[in-house]
């Protein structure tokens, strides 16, 4: 049963009419995946774009500058992104952010925030790692990335809880800076990027397949 079967489908094969023609392929873009692939993009790009001046840090090649005390730093703004050295009493008004990522960042939490006294710099350190040496009103020696606290800074939330829940004296060109940054060792920004690239690329070529279909024209 089976080879007589397999004869008729044989036979049905051969008299079969041959389609001739070109194969040709045609592009047709279903809207709600055009409209997924462009989200995608987007939150990638947004994402990644907080991470602008960490790369920018890492791949310099500046030398640690020794600022000296931090009282007596000169009267003018200091300089971004640059990595320094200072020393200075810390206050006793903290700030801490918890969780495991820094809001735009990918420093580890939790992380706590305290003023140099008398200084227009505020220190960003590591709350697991320093916590029982950072202590209020404590002779300290850090060296880091000198960053932005200015009015809509990154940290502008933890800046007004200083101003408004704490009552500290924010001036408009105040500076954070974040221990243990070093340029050239802040790997997981190079990472992550190169990560959000294939991730970009993959998602584009999921979306032109899907949109390329091949037929056969007459």
């Known amino acids: 049963m089976a080879s007589k079967k397999t004869d008729r489908e044989l036979e049905a094969f051969m008299d079969a009419d041959i389609v001739e023609g070109r194969r040709v392929r045609k592009v047709q873009v279903q809207p709600r995946r055009a409209l997924l692939f462009g989200a995608s993009l987007v939150a990638l790009v947004w994402l990644a774009s907080d991470w602008v001046d960490e790369l920018r840090y890492n791949f310099s090649s500046q030398e640690v500058t020794d600022l000296g005390p931090a009282l007596d730093l000169p009267d003018v703004p200091l300089p971004l992104e640059a990595y320094v050295t200072m020393e200075g009493v810390l206050g006793n008004k903290a700030a801490t952010i918890s969780g495991m990522l820094r809001p735009k960042s990918l420093r580890g939490g939790p992380v706590q925030i ?34 932005d606290f200015s009015p809509g800074s990154e940290l502008e939330r933890v800046r007004q809880y200083f101003v408004q829940t704490l009552g500290a004296d924010v001036p408009p060109d105040a500076r954070l800076l974040i221990v243990d940054e070093k340029p050239g060792e802040m790997t997981r920004y190079p990472v992550a990027m190169l990560v959000f690239f294939l991730l970009g690329l993959l998602s584009c070529a999921l979306f032109v397949k899907s949109s390329v279909r091949t037929e056969i024209e007459r």
């Open 114 to 147: 305290r003023q140099m006294l008398g200084t227009p710099v505020f220190v960003e350190f590591d709350q697991d790692k320093y916590l029982d040496v950072f202590t209020p009103f404590t002779q300290v020696t850090v060296t880091g990335r000198l960053t």
